[in-house]
């Protein structure tokens, strides 16, 4: 162990000595060419919604017997296009003063994949989702339709990151105990909408969150990161809302005053509706659930059925989920598989969570029309509720879904 670090912090130290050199070599993202396609790997439509920039995994494709989410299958959201990074040449770079010995963005320390693969590995699952899954049924189900990519509830999954803490890299590279705040930038085109540029896609997130559990991730279930889910390196702020983790990590900068983005500022924030004006930028994720069954599946008569799902929050593990088979005028406990959520499908040491896999039996289905329904409560006490507030961006639908069934 000791070797190991002693040759890591040569590494970063010797990063730190040739930094404003090694800045220069930083690769910029490849341009993508005119036309080009957001997503680069493929959307068969039996297991993807294609939106053009994002694409939302379909919960019927659910092989309800695999736990993690193939990467294959994984929901996208790109502000812009993909980009394609070498990771040869690829580096980090750190700035800001809240490092101890304050570094500008010409001077940033400039780190490889080499020196942080060299620092020590962490695992953890968590579940990775958009602040806007759900979106959808504030139109469909409420009545009152949201601006944005109409999801379903597929923009979900469940990933076991692999990569290292930020909190050894930044404990590493010297931190300032008057850090309060960190800002993580992409290497992704800048995000222009409506003619307005907003700058390349960027978040700042507390030093708490940085200290705690945070992990800059170049691997998902044993695999490198695809390139439409962030190669060569991620930032992967667990529970926390999807944006929050920044793909194709460019920059890091520690600061010892509140650093703003319009991605905390102006977006990711719960306005119109019954909301105040100001609300506070949106981080840890609501609970949710969602059935491994096509909207309007048919199912056969008289058919003994054992119908499974999976709920998850950004908070805590899922304590209960409620199910109903008769749109809500019965309703039963389902079979939670938690050996799968917070131990089996997890390595001893991996401090994370996540979804609960269930199941229900539904001993002799008779011919008609049923709405199932899912209500889950985490352990922190949260539970779904009937109705979800309507906020003009349709952020955190976390209702009940009513999912239509046909029995034939
Ligand atoms: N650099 C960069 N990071 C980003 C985004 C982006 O467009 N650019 N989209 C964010 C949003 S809104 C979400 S929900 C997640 C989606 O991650 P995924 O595409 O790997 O599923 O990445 C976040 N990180
Ligand atoms: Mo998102």
Avoid at 28 to 43: E, F, M, N, V, Y
Avoid at 57 to 67: F, G, K, L, N
Avoid at 185 to 190: H, P, S, V, Y
Avoid at 244 to 259: D, F, N, P, T, Y
Wanted: charged share 20%; proline share 8%.
């Amino acid at each position: 162990m000791t070797s190991r670090l002693g040759a890591t912090r040569r590494t970063v130290l010797a990063a730190a000595a040739v930094g404003p050199l090694a800045a220069t070599a930083v690769q910029a993202a490849r341009p993508a060419a005119a036309g080009a396609p957001s997503i680069l790997k493929p959307l068969p439509p039996s297991r993807f919604y294609d939106y053009g920039t994002n694409a939302e995994m379909r919960w019927d494709s659910v092989d309800p017997r695999r736990y993690l989410t193939p990467q294959a299958d994984l929901f996208v959201r790109n502000h812009t296009v993909t980009p394609a990074i070498d990771p040869a040449t690829y580096a980090l770079r750190v700035f800001g003063d809240g490092l101890d010995t304050p570094r500008g963005q010409a001077d940033a320390v400039s780190l490889s994949l080499r020196d942080l693969k060299d620092l020590p590995h962490t695992r953890l699952t968590s579940v990775h989702e958009c602040t806007g899954n759900g979106r959808s049924f504030f139109g469909s189900q409420q009545g009152r339709s949201a601006s944005g990519t109409a999801w379903k509830l597929g923009s979900v999954g469940t990933v076991r990151w692999e990569g290292v803490r930020l909190r050894h890299v930044l404990r590493r590279l010297g931190l300032s105990p008057d850090a309060v705040s960190v800002m993580a930038t992409g290497l992704d085109n800048a995000y222009v909408d409506k003619g307005v540029d907003y700058g390349r896609v960027r978040r700042p997130f507390p030093i708490d969150k940085a200290l705690d559990d945070a992990v800059l991730a170049w691997g998902a279930n044993g695999e490198d990161l695809l390139p439409d889910h962030g190669f060569p390196l991620r930032l992967v702020l667990p529970g926390w809302v999807g944006i929050a983790s920044i793909k194709w990590l460019g920059s890091l900068e520690v600061a010892r005053r509140e650093l703003t983005s319009p991605w905390n500022t102006t977006f990711y924030r719960l306005t119109g509706g019954d909301y105040p004006a100001d609300s506070p930028a949106l981080t840890v994720n609501p609970v949710r659930s969602a059935w491994e069954l096509p909207f309007g599946a048919t199912l056969p008569a008289g058919v003994p059925q054992t119908l499974t799902g999976r709920s998850w929050s950004g908070a805590a593990a899922i304590r209960e989920v409620a199910v109903s088979l008769d749109g809500g005028a019965t309703w039963q406990r389902a079979d939670l598989d938690e050996s799968a959520a917070t131990g089996g499908a997890l390595d001893p040491g991996d401090r994370g969570f996540g979804w609960t896999p269930w199941s229900v039996r539904w001993p002799r289905p008779r011919a008609g029309s049923y709405t199932l329904l899912a209500r889950a409560t985490d352990r922190a006490g949260r539970t779904q509720p009937d109705v979800t507030p309507y906020n003009t961006a349709g952020y955190f639908f976390d209702a009940v879904v009513r999912h239509p069934v046909t029995v034939a």
